[in-house]
């Protein structure tokens, strides 16, 4: 495969990266300059990024039943643009200190969906908004029993109402080819997933499919 990356963060100079506002979320004001594709440097940039930390979803698949386990809930962010701000999604949630992305999948389709996850399979990972925030987002698919599925889930300490839901392969593809989820870390994996599913099953024992 042919490297067609010209620079790397060695051709950035960071004069300063200092916060500027820490609550729920921190915003950092960065000033540097980088290397330019003609030829010497940029000038010097002023930009302020969201730092979020970094963060895990899962795509909860059922085999044996071919059924997603999918999760509804309100989002906030979606006010702005949405009639509808509460999402259909799959399982996620941020990784804390001394987690991995596996820990992460593990604990959060417990706490909002229920579920025990039977195997993970890595699907990609991504940088949902590079140009203001520097949060990498890691995909897994999550094979589980979605037989238990149901009900109502979520933290009271975090103000967590999340309704799960049990759909059909075919219907999930059909909501996605007619554009009804809204959030990036769902499209990402279920096209992932319809694009690779024999790949995908492949990798799973014998008593999983």
Known sequence: MTNWHRFSDADVEIEHQEPKFEGFFTVFNYKLRHKLFAGGWSNWIQREVLGRGHAVAMLPYDPIRREFVMIEQFRVGALPTSKKPWLLEIVAGMIDAGETPEDVCLREAEEEAGLKVDALLPLTDYLPSPGGT??????????????????????????????????????????????????SATIIALQWFFLNKQELLEKLPAHKV
Request: no cysteine; proline share 0%.
């Open 134 to 183: 520097t949060e990498r987002l890691y995909l897994y698919l999550g094979i589980v029993n979605a037989e238990s599925a149901q009900g109502i889930h979520g933290l009271d300490d975090e103000d967590e109402d999340i309704l799960v839901h049990r759909i059909a392969e075919t219907q999930v593809k059909q909501l996605l080819n007619a554009g009804e989820f809204d959030n």
